[in-house]
């Protein structure tokens, strides 16, 4: 019986661990998301207004977004250079198809700009 009783004690603040580690992550994007968006929306106008309003409705969009509004430079740069060698990719004729690339020119060229405001 006691064996039990540690099992389920052991599986239930595991979940609970899982429900805080969470919501304090999905707490963090929205904050880095809220920072960021309007400059975004400024900075691309109707294609970065658009982009904003699906990620508003879009969970994975906005993840994706908010990997460029992060705050911590090192992650941002590594960003950048991922999405740059996607790009050579996707000018080799590997392109997909509507939005997903509309999605990663504007994190890229908002990525860059935002390193390039860090370095001066």
Do not use: C
Not at 14 to 26: D, P
Not at 43 to 58: S, V
Not at 83 to 112: I, N, S, W
Request: hydrophobic share 40%.
């Amino acid at each position: 019986r006691s064996v039990w009783a540690w099992v389920l004690t052991t599986v239930t603040i595991r979940l609970l661990w899982l429900g805080v580690e969470t919501a304090i992550g999905r707490a963090g994007l929205n904050a880095s998301f809220a920072r960021h968006i309007a400059d975004f929306k400024q900075q691309f106008g109707p294609y970065g207004i658009r982009l904003a309003n699906k990620a508003e409705q879009d969970q994975r969009i906005k993840k994706s977004l908010a990997e460029v509004f992060t705050d911590d430079y090192e992650k941002l740069k590594k960003t950048v250079e991922q999405l740059e060698v996607m790009d050579t990719l996707f000018q080799a004729g590997m392109r997909p198809e509507g939005d997903e690339y509309l999605l990663h020119d504007l994190k890229l060229k908002y990525g860059k700009n935002r390193l390039e405001q860090k370095e001066k």
